[in-house]
C-alpha cells in the first residue's frame, strides 16, 4: 500500500464562512463600483470548473460588468441547499442534482452544460482485480443524489454488479474518497480526470473509465434560481458571455501555459497530472457554447424513472441567443 496521501484542502472558502460571511447581505445582486456584484456557488472542485476559474481570475467577469464571487462548497447538495435559501442565485452543480431540486419543488434550471459526459473512472483499490470481488466491499461518493453517487451506481451496474451489494459512504470530496482509499475504509471510488491521475500514481488502477463511453450525461453545468433569472436576464446573460470567452481563451493553444499556472492555483497537482486533465477536458469535454445536453438529462430522468418532461429541467436560450450572435468568434479577437 502506498503511503497516505497528506489531505490538501482544496477549498477556498468554506460553506461556514460563505453562509455567515460573502453571503450576507448579497441575496441580490447590487451595484458598486459600477460592476454588478453576484456570488455563484460551486459543487465540486475539480477541472469541470475550469471555464469558472478561468473568468474570474482572467478577469473575464469583470469585462461583462460583474464582480464574482466563487464560493466553494463540500459537495453540489450543499450549493443546492444555498440555491433553495436564496444565498446564491446561481451555481455550478451536476444534472442529476438540477433534476432532484427540481423534482422537490425547488426552481432551478439548468441554463448551461459545462461537461455533457460522465468525467469519472471508476477507480478500485489495489487487491480488486475483476467486478465480482465488488460484492460486499465499500465504496466512496461525495453526498447522496449527486453526481457521483449517480455515476459509481452507473459503473457498478455497467460492470454486472447490483449496487444493493455493495455499501456507498458519503465520505464527501475527491481528495476525501482517496484518502479513504488510501486507508482501507473503502474499496472502490470515482475519480474525475486529472484528479484520477493522482491516484494511478500511487498505484491504484480504474476498472471502468466512464468518461470513453458514448453516453451523454449532464456531469456538470450552470444551475439558476428561474425566478430570479427572470427578473435578472442581463445578468444571467452577463455571465454566460463570461463562461463562453474563458472557454475561448482554453481552447486556443497559445494560452495553453498561461491557462495551466492559473488553474494551478485551485488545483495543486502535478503539473503532468493536470495538463494530461486539463488537454482531455479542453479536446473532449468543453464545448465554445455550453448547451445543456437534452439527451443528457432525458437519460438522467430515464434511470431515476422520472416521466416529467426534460423541458421542464432546462433553458438553453441564453446559449442560443450568443451562438445566434456568432460571439465567441467575436470576443475571441478581444482576448
Do not use: C
Not at 486529472?194 to 491504484?204: N, Q, S, T
Amino acid at each position: 500500500m502506498a503511503a497516505t496521501l497528506s489531505r490538501r484542502r482544496f477549498l477556498t472558502t468554506s460553506a461556514g464562512a460563505a453562509l455567515s460571511g460573502l453571503l450576507e447581505g448579497t441575496r441580490t445582486a447590487v451595484q458598486a463600483q459600477g460592476l454588478t456584484s453576484l456570488n455563484i456557488g460551486l459543487g465540486f472542485h475539480n477541472l469541470d470548473a475550469a471555464a469558472a476559474w478561468i473568468a474570474q481570475d482572467k478577469r473575464f467577469f469583470e469585462k461583462f460588468g460583474l464582480s464574482v464571487n466563487i464560493l466553494e462548497f463540500q459537495g453540489g447538495a450543499k450549493s443546492i441547499v444555498a440555491i433553495a435559501s436564496g444565498e446564491v442565485p446561481i451555481s455550478l452543480n451536476s444534472g442529476i442534482e438540477v433534476i432532484n431540486a427540481r423534482s422537490q419543488g425547488i426552481p432551478l434550471q439548468m441554463i448551461g452544460g459545462l461537461v455533457n459526459k460522465f468525467s469519472f473512472d471508476f477507480v478500485v483499490a489495489q487487491n480488486i482485480t475483476s467486478p465480482s470481488q465488488l460484492r460486499g466491499t465499500k465504496g466512496a461518493i461525495s453526498s447522496f443524489g449527486g453526481s457521483s453517487d449517480f455515476a459509481a451506481r452507473y459503473a457498478l451496474t455497467r460492470l454486472g454488479i447490483n449496487p444493493q451489494d455493495v455499501t456507498l459512504l458519503p465520505t464527501g470530496d475527491e481528495t476525501s474518497r482517496l484518502q479513504a482509499l488510501q486507508t482501507g475504509q473503502i474499496q472502490f471510488t470515482v475519480l474525475t480526470a486529472g484528479l484520477d491521475l493522482v491516484a494511478f500514481d500511487l498505484g491504484y488502477k480504474p476498472l471502468i473509465k466512464l468518461y470513453t463511453f458514448d453516453q451523454p450525461y449532464q456531469s456538470s453545468g450552470i444551475a439558476v434560481n428561474a425566478i430570479w433569472a427572470k427578473a435578472h436576464s442581463a445578468i444571467v446573460d452577463a455571465l454566460m458571455k463570461a463562461i463562453v470567452t474563458a472557454t475561448v481563451y482554453m481552447k486556443n493553444p497559445l494560452n495553453v501555459a498561461a491557462a495551466l499556472a492559473l488553474l494551478h492555483t485551485h488545483l495543486p497537482i502535478k503539473e503532468g497530472q493536470l495538463r494530461q486533465g486539463f488537454e482531455l477536458y479542453r479536446d473532449r469535454f468543453y464545448s465554445v457554447y455550453p448547451f445543456v445536453t437534452v439527451p443528457g438529462m432525458e437519460f438522467i430522468l430515464r434511470e431515476r424513472k422520472m416521466t416529467q418532461p426534460v423541458t421542464d429541467f432546462y433553458d438553453n436560450s441564453y446559449v442560443q441567443a450568443l451562438q445566434n450572435a456568432n460571439f465567441a468568434a467575436t470576443v475571441a479577437k478581444s482576448i
